[in-house]
């Protein structure tokens, strides 16, 4: 099974997780109690699942939707290889994943 690896926005911790194909990122987070929030419950209605990508990885992915686009201008702390972790899913290709995850998020569902 392909794995993937969660490093805290600080470093300082880093798990390394089984990801089953077919499951978002978003999913295998709150599998392993890995704290994205996902207020939307990926739904693509906030940026509360953002990630950074590390960017070896990054290139892997497919393009993200205009959509996805528009919920990631939401994001705190937006980088270059951000991407909402609801929208990333796992194939074998993305065997070892590397995600950080970012210093704080913005609940636009919240207020």
């Known amino acids: 099974m392909p794995k993937m690896v969660f490093i805290s926005a600080d470093g300082r911790q880093r798990w390394e997780v089984e990801a089953p194909v077919g499951d978002s990122v978003l999913q295998i987070a709150h599998r392993h109690n890995i704290a994205i929030e996902g207020a939307c419950e990926g739904s693509l209605a906030c940026s ?52 950080r995850l970012p210093a704080s998020t913005r609940n636009m569902l919240l207020g």
């Not at 590390?54 to 290139?59: Q, S, T, W």
């Not at 919920?71 to 065997?95: E, I, K, P, W």
Request: net charge negative; glycine share 6%.
């Open 48 to 99: 509360t699942c953002h990630v950074i990508v590390e960017p070896n990885h990054y290139k892997l992915l497919p393009a993200p939707s205009i959509d996805e686009q528009d919920m990631l201008d939401l994001a705190f702390g937006l980088t270059r290889t951000s991407r909402l972790g609801c929208q990333l899913v796992m194939t074998a290709t993305l065997d070892g994943l590397t995600v």
